[in-house]
């Protein structure tokens, strides 16, 4: 069982400051098997709800979601252990004040013993590079620093499936670079969101989320067409600019002295 | 947020005799210090007891300057009980009460500063395992303290940077406007914090 389904998966919260529920998304079926999948689409689409019901964070309120044959309301803490869920902001991940102690977290329930969890936390932080920053407070760390750090508290566990939040909105150019080469080196199933319309085109598949619904399904490249047409259809009209506003009244001025 | 050192202090790697000390004696003595801080009736005892633990803290190498960041964000608060238990109770009482204070804060930095918090954590998971029989997680009870001291500083920071961005708009003599927003930010930091140990598994009970 190699997959990750959903089955006529529909999110509906109640809305503040109206008696109905707002309808996040709605129908999505999907089936997805390959190695990198991504998921791009406007703020508010309903990216992250859908990366958040692939590790049990958001429960759907109509159909089934299940990861490796196992649902993620049901079996919801098994589920967890399979996916690793990285998200937009480390900061709000990282939970202790070193990336030692914070990968050491991590570890707390799969190993009891110190000294043992202590080199694996330590050959976790060599993996990624991160060993020399180990003991440094997370604040003192840069944004790719502290994302590559999330991305190791996660990895320690060894997940089958890792999920990311647009990871790489935070960072410039050099530290997506540095994230996507690490996400490519990768042997976990990545499912990612992003507004990286480059870092998509290393997906095997792409999903467009538009208004709750998947719009597009396919290769990266036709995705992002689709995607950019969506977006400009979107997009309310250019105001007219100012100097048009002058321009036809000056011209007929100045005809009458040609 | 930039507020990593707030009220309590990081590890300082060092090999003083607070560092080799065993984790039980130095959870007594914080222990300790909590209790006296009822017990202790005259002020010239808690000037000693901070005296004490303030040469100790200085003995554990972390510094003059630690030791101030550890107690200055909790002066404007101590000035103001300081003050208040003056005039209701008179300058002894007030002055063993601020000083008591001031050794608990003292104490508790001196720990944290010398032990690493995965030490720390294993610690109170042994302290709390008799509790497991009548149904407790030893490892939640370490989940809350590592939470806490993640918190704290986070919450300071927030403060701060609510204060700056109130200074800019020119509301820094509005309460709503310094206060509403760190509560919102709080708890905004909770349910994400929330969300990440969830995502974790981290607080789940052992299968």
């Given at each position: ?6 089955n ?14 707002k309808?996040?998304?709605?129908g ?10 991504g998921?791009i ?9 859908l ?19 196992k ?12 996916v ?9 991940q990282?939970?202790m ?18 000294h ?9 932080l060599?993996?990624f590079?991160?060993?020399?920053l ?12 502290r994302?590559?750090l999330?991305l190791a ?32 080196g ?20 792409v ?36 100097v ?5 009244p000056?011209?007929?001025h ?5 | ?14 090999a003083?005799?607070i ?40 003995v ?16 404007p ?11 209701q109770?008179?300058?002894?009482t ?20 010398t ?24 490892e939640?009870?370490a989940l ?18 609510v204060?700056?961005?109130?200074r800019?708009?020119?509301?820094e ?35």
């Amino acid at each position: 069982m190699k997959s990750i389904v959903l089955n006529q998966v529909g999110v509906e919260v109640v809305a503040d400051g109206t008696a109905g529920s707002k309808v996040l998304l709605s129908g999505i079926s999907l089936t997805l098997t390959e190695q990198r999948v991504g998921v791009i689409g406007a703020n508010g689409s309903g990216k992250s709800t859908l990366l958040r019901l692939l590790n049990g964070l958001m429960e759907p309120s109509t159909g089934k979601v299940t990861v490796k044959g196992k649902d993620t309301v049901r079996d919801v803490r098994s589920v967890r252990r399979e996916v690793g869920f990285v998200f937009t902001d480390p900061l709000s991940q990282l939970v202790m004040p070193t990336g030692r102690e914070d990968v050491e977290l991590s570890l707390r329930r799969s190993i009891r013993n110190p000294h043992e969890r202590r080199r694996t936390a330590e050959s976790t932080l060599e993996r990624f590079g991160l060993l020399p920053l180990a003991d440094q407070s997370i604040y003192e760390l840069s944004g790719g620093e502290r994302q590559l750090l999330a991305l190791a508290t996660v990895l320690a566990v060894a997940p089958s499936v890792l999920v990311l939040d647009e990871p790489s909105t935070l960072l410039d150019l050099r530290n997506r670079e540095l994230l996507r080469r690490t996400i490519a080196g990768l042997e976990q199933q990545v499912v990612m969101s992003t507004h990286d319309l480059d870092l998509v085109q290393d997906m095997d598949r792409v999903l467009v989320v538009d208004d709750g619904r998947i719009v597009f399904d396919g290769a990266p490249s036709a995705a992002v067409v689709h995607y950019r047409q969506l977006c400009a259809a979107s997009l309310p009209p250019l105001p007219t600019p100012a100097v048009e506003e002058v321009r036809k009244p000056l011209e007929a001025h100045l005809g009458e002295y040609r | 947020m930039s507020s990593s050192n707030f009220l309590l202090v990081n590890y300082v790697p060092g090999a003083s005799p607070i560092h080799r000390a065993p984790l039980w004696l130095k959870f007594l003595g914080v222990f300790a210090c909590g209790l006296a801080s009822f017990l202790i009736v005259d002020w010239a005892v808690s000037a000693g007891a901070l005296a004490l633990m303030c040469a100790l803290f200085l003995v554990s190498g972390a510094g003059v300057r630690r030791l101030f960041r550890a107690v200055r964000p909790v002066l404007p608060v101590l000035l103001v009980i300081g003050l208040f238990q003056w005039w209701q109770l008179g300058a002894p009482t007030a002055g063993r009460i601020v000083l008591n204070i001031l050794v608990c804060i003292v104490a508790a930095s001196l720990l944290t500063a010398t032990t690493p918090i995965q030490r720390l954590l294993d610690g109170v998971v042994s302290s709390a395992r008799p509790f497991q029989r009548f149904g407790a997680d030893p490892e939640r009870f370490a989940l809350t303290i590592a939470i806490m001291l993640r918190s704290i500083p986070y919450i300071a920071g927030a403060y701060s940077e609510v204060r700056d961005s109130a200074r800019a708009r020119g509301l820094e003599r509005n309460p709503r406007a310094r206060i509403l927003p760190v509560i919102i930010t709080t708890v905004a930091f909770a349910r994400q914090t929330g969300d990440a140990l969830a995502a974790r598994g981290l607080g789940e009970a052992d299968d």
